[in-house]
């Protein structure tokens, strides 16, 4: 007899849809994933709103939908939005229609294999399901956020509740072995702080007049990104306090926004003070960088815990600092022996990520996972 004849099943063939949410945060990964499943040969189509829409030019080899997100601009262009919950909420309403619609058309062209939607896109599960298509979804936070946000919101029924206790006790934990490796000070005057909270934190005058006055104080060279529009009441710096920029002369560089991953890849950086967004947290650590954190809201608290008090690569800024604590507390990363641990600590870490992405990594398995998971379906 001859065997029966197993076609293994092709992904040059198979069309998969993925749809991000709005925001840089849930759009780079949502394309850095696409970018691997294109390499593993499926075609892709992103849909995408015409809110803060992705740009398309980095990205030839795959086919971009606009859907209408339904915000209507004010006279000068901008959009007023109150929060970015706000939005979200919104978002998840008005996108139904259009989203269902256009997912319809495109099924009626050629078989999609399944839709990859953002994890926060709620509403999309009913529509795949309308139209018998498999959904799975991308979170763009970290894996310890779920059992926390389980334990907050379920409290006792909490499945999790285990987990997070475990993971609690962790946290404070002190016996982590000390990696004593002195730098030289020639060294340490090379090193640049890399400042940047993301592209959706906001902050009062207040609060930014302090990190500037931090930053002065920290007497290091820094590159600063302010988004416009990211300090209540002003379009970028008016709020800047006066002298600052004396103050710090040739030392620092404020921008609207850099390529952030090519600047923390950059020999110079030798600390990014991050609001601890899931993106920031690591790629600063594939780039091995320690952190200062200054968590806003969301996952940022519990990943800024991971950070300084699980991997021990990051110093926590305290609220209740003034702008004077806050500039010896940058220094001291920058330039105490506490902060050169910080740094080895971190680049251990980076060799471990590095490692998981590799062949019979943890990562690279993850991923194979997932394609055979699609091939599957
Ligand atoms: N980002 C950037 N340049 C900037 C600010 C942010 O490229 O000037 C990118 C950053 O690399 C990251 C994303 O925007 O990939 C921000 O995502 P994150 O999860 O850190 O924070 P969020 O914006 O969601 O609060």
């Known amino acids: 007899h001859e065997p029966v004849a197993t076609v ?14 709005p ?28 809110f803060n829409s992705p740009n398309q030019s980095n990205y030839p080899q795959f086919t971009f939908v606009s859907i209408s997100a339904g915000l209507s601009k004010s006279k000068d262009g901008s959009l007023n939005l109150d929060t970015s ?11 139904i229609e259009p989203f269902t619609v256009c997912m319809a058309k495109l099924l009626e062209l050629e078989p999609v294999t399944c839709l990859i939607s953002d994890a926060i896109w709620h509403f999309t599960q009913s529509v795949a399901d309308s139209l018998k298509l498999k959904r799975i979804v991308l979170r763009t936070s970290s894996m310890s956020c779920i059992p926390v946000y389980a334990a907050f ?22 016996d982590i072995e000390e990696i004593h490796k002195d730098r030289s000070e020639k060294g340490n005057k090379e090193l640049i702080l890399y400042v940047s909270f993301g592209s959706i934190a906001q902050m009062s005058e207040a609060e930014f007049s302090d990190m500037a006055w931090g930053l ?3 007497k290091q060279r820094f590159l600063w990104v302010v988004r416009p529009g990211s300090i209540y009441g002003s379009q970028w710096l008016e709020s800047l306090p006066k002298g ?26 030798g600390c990014f ?39 021990k690569i990051g110093a926590m800024l305290d609220e209740e600092m003034n702008w004077e604590q806050t500039g ?9 022996k506490e902060g050169s641990e910080m740094r080895q600590r971190s680049k251990s870490l980076q060799e471990k990520v590095n490692k998981s992405m590799q062949k019979g990594g943890s990562a690279y398995q993850s991923l194979e996972n997932l394609v055979d998971y699609i091939l599957s379906i």
Not at 85 to 95: A, E, G, R, T
Not at 255 to 260: D, G
Request: glycine share 6%.
């Open 8 to 21: 293994e099943p092709q992904s040059n063939n198979r069309r998969l849809v993925l749809f991000p949410l």
């Open 85 to 95: 919950n706000y939005v979200i909420n919104f978002l998840n309403k008005s996108c």
């Open 216 to 218: 002065a104080n920290s």
């Open 244 to 269: 600052f920029m004396e103050e710090v002369g040739e030392r620092g560089r404020i921008v609207k926004w850099a390529p952030q991953q090519e600047v923390l890849a950059h020999q110079a950086i």
């Open 23 to 50: 925001f840089q945060g849930h759009i780079n990964p949502m394309l850095q994933l696409a970018n691997i499943l294109h390499t593993k040969g499926f075609k892709i189509i992103i849909i995408h709103t015409d």
């Open 273 to 311: 003070w991050t609001h601890n967004g899931w993106n920031s947290t690591l790629e600063s650590i594939c780039e091995g960088v320690p952190m200062i954190c200054s968590p806003c809201s969301y996952d940022q608290p519990i990943n800024a815990r991971y950070v300084t008090d699980v991997w």
């Open 153 to 174: 919101v379920l409290g006792e029924k909490s499945y999790f509740k285990t987990t997070i206790k475990e993971e609690l006790e962790l946290m404070t934990e002190k």
């Open 328 to 336: 010896i507390a940058i220094k001291k990363v920058i330039t105490g």
